[in-house]
């Protein structure tokens, strides 16, 4: 089965520009769940989609919103890019459902640099 | 809310030594604790959990943990370490969110350095 993927792998934004993350995760997952990874704040939950509906959310800004689509792919926008956003950015999916806690299975992460 | 607190942001050990990351958390209700490890420019990748069955988890990689809820305790051990063991480490508590909801709430993380 192939695993958590997350394009792209790396970007380069100025200051004041929006960006898109996109994450594929593993076949027949429906749920997806965003974590932003900086040096000074660590690991930090962002949001979660189950079946195309935020299921949670974190505490960020409204600059940063996601959604989900059918076939269970998420994509991930920031916009008005701040030098802080500058982070890695990891997908992790589960199946959602059924015995709680899921087991989440993290991509590659796509890092963000913002200049 | 959850927390979770990893004492040592780096352990230094040498080759065949024990390994040992400390993880404590506060949890209102009763936890489920995870231990994931990350290396370099790589995403998490799971070690073991704890879900309130067997309080000795045994992991991949030769790694175990052992949930001690008098101490608010998830400690990380390994036996002998290895060069490939050298990569960061993360305690995580999960938190259910409504019916099935699942947030993690991480650690600061633990950087392992093996000496040959």
């Known amino acids: 089965k192939a695993g958590v993927t997350q394009t792209p792998r790396y970007l380069i934004k100025t200051r004041g520009q929006q960006v898109t993350l996109s994450c594929s995760p593993i076949s027949g997952h429906r749920s997806v769940s965003w974590y932003q990874q900086t040096p000074g704040q660590g690991l930090q939950f962002l949001f979660e989609y189950f079946s195309e509906t935020q299921r949670n959310k974190g505490n960020f800004p409204g600059r940063f919103s996601g959604r989900q689509f059918s076939n269970s792919r998420s994509e991930m926008n920031v916009s008005t890019l701040e030098l802080g956003d500058s982070a890695l950015y990891l997908c992790?999916?589960?199946?959602?459902?059924?015995?709680?806690?899921?087991?989440?299975?993290f991509g590659p992460g796509t890092r963000l640099t913002v200049t | 809310a959850q927390s979770v607190t990893q004492l040592g942001s780096h352990v230094s050990v040498s080759e065949g030594a024990l390994v040992l990351l400390r993880c404590n958390y506060s949890?209102?209700?009763?936890?489920?604790l995870f231990w994931y490890v990350q290396y370099p420019n790589q995403g998490l990748q799971l070690l073991l959990k704890?879900?309130?069955?067997?309080?000795l988890v045994k992991g991949i990689n030769g790694f175990e943990a052992e949930f001690k809820k008098s101490e608010t305790s998830f400690h990380l051990t390994k036996p002998s370490a290895h060069m490939s063991d050298a990569a960061e480490y993360f305690c995580a508590v999960s938190e259910r969110i409504g019916a099935a909801g699942n947030k993690l709430t991480f650690g600061g993380g633990t950087r392992v350095l093996v000496k040959p």
């Open positions: 949890s209102s209700v009763p936890p489920y």
């Open positions: 704890y879900t309130s069955a067997a309080t």
């Open positions: 992790a999916s589960s199946q959602g459902h059924g015995q709680w806690p899921g087991e989440q299975y």
